[in-house]
């Protein structure tokens, strides 16, 4: 039986692996990978705390779909963002990206 517990272990474990690719990374879009993950982590809290809360009400579900809505809009912009400093600079290292300094 899978216990509330284990759920939020694996979340965490997760969210861990996650903001260790976004820390860790110097490729951008390796860092938008790693948000992704810590954006599925939250939703298998979201999903874990419905399910052993109460089930009748649809909240956690909801609120996962919306974590999706905003990951996917999260991915198309950033993913639009890459692109485009990639035309500009030829790099997508995240050391190499200072477009906001001048």
Do not use: C, H
Not at 7 to 12: D, G, Y
Not at 16 to 33: C, E, K, P, T
């Amino acid at each position: 039986m899978i216990t509330l517990n284990w759920v939020l272990i694996f979340s965490a474990a997760l969210f861990s692996i996650g903001l260790f690719g976004v820390l860790a990374r110097r490729n951008a879009v390796a860092i938008l990978m790693g948000i992704e993950l810590m954006l599925n982590a939250v939703n298998v809290n979201l999903v874990g705390f419905w399910r052993f809360s109460n089930p009748a009400v649809i909240t956690g579900q909801a609120f996962a779909v919306i974590v999706f809505a905003v990951a996917a809009a999260e991915v198309a912009v950033g993913l639009a963002l890459v692109i485009s400093i990639y035309r500009r600079r030829k790099t997508i290292a995240a050391d190499d990206i200072d477009l906001m300094k001048w």
